[in-house]
């Protein structure tokens, strides 16, 4: 009997920290985006999870109180179709900014002033480029933007540049597995 607050999630996710966990309303996760090193990392694996604040248990019966878990992480995916010979492009990379890197776990909600940008590169696939990335979420204080830089066999780089923000409430409503599509094209001949 008695009145409880129960967070509900999957421990030990890979590229996720998990900070203050035995406080209900502070538990959070952080998903790093580059080592101490300035190295890139992986993209982390995604966490699910959900929160029953004041469940009120009357009895010592079981309770049968349903909970929706629920992604806190948003995937992305970003695209670069490329036109023209294709075999000019030897590398593509992304600079994501204006994202924040932790999630409380209680609300679901990013926690914002913890800036910090994503890196990663995007893979060939057919006449693209392409790469999956998890936000814990937009960080309102700062510019969201996409920086993809192509990098070309002759040594000459282009960097596209893309604002995001009107992307943000489909960005902030996407709980799923099904990624969020960010499509761009570059025409390789007119370059």
């Not at 900070?19 to 101490?36: G, L």
């Not at 995604?46 to 878990?69: R, W």
């Not at 780089?157 to 902030?172: A, Y």
């Amino acid at each position: 009997e008695g009145k409880y607050n129960i967070l509900i999630y999957n421990p030990n996710a890979p590229g996720i920290g998990y900070e203050d966990m035995k406080n209900f309303e502070d538990a959070h996760i952080t998903v790093p985006t580059q080592s101490e090193e300035g190295e890139q990392v992986e993209t982390p694996h995604n966490i699910y999870g959900t929160a029953i604040e004041n469940l009120v248990v009357p009895s010592k019966e079981a309770d049968n109180t349903q909970a929706s878990i629920r992604s806190y992480l948003h995937p992305v995916v970003i695209r670069v179709k490329v036109e023209g010979n294709s075999e000019d492009v030897t590398e593509c990379s992304v600079t994501i900014k204006g994202v924040t890197e932790a999630v409380n776990l209680s609300t679901g909600l990013a926690i914002p002033g913890v800036n910090s940008p994503i890196f990663g590169f995007l893979y060939p696939s057919d006449d693209s480029y392409e790469g999956l990335f998890r936000l814990a979420g937009i960080d309102d204080q700062y510019p969201s933007v996409i920086y993809i830089k192509v990098r070309f066999k002759d040594g000459t780089e282009k960097i596209i540049q893309h604002n995001f923000s009107d992307l943000i409430d489909e960005i902030d409503q996407q709980s799923s597995d099904v990624p969020l599509l960010i499509e761009f094209s570059i025409d390789v001949q007119l370059i």
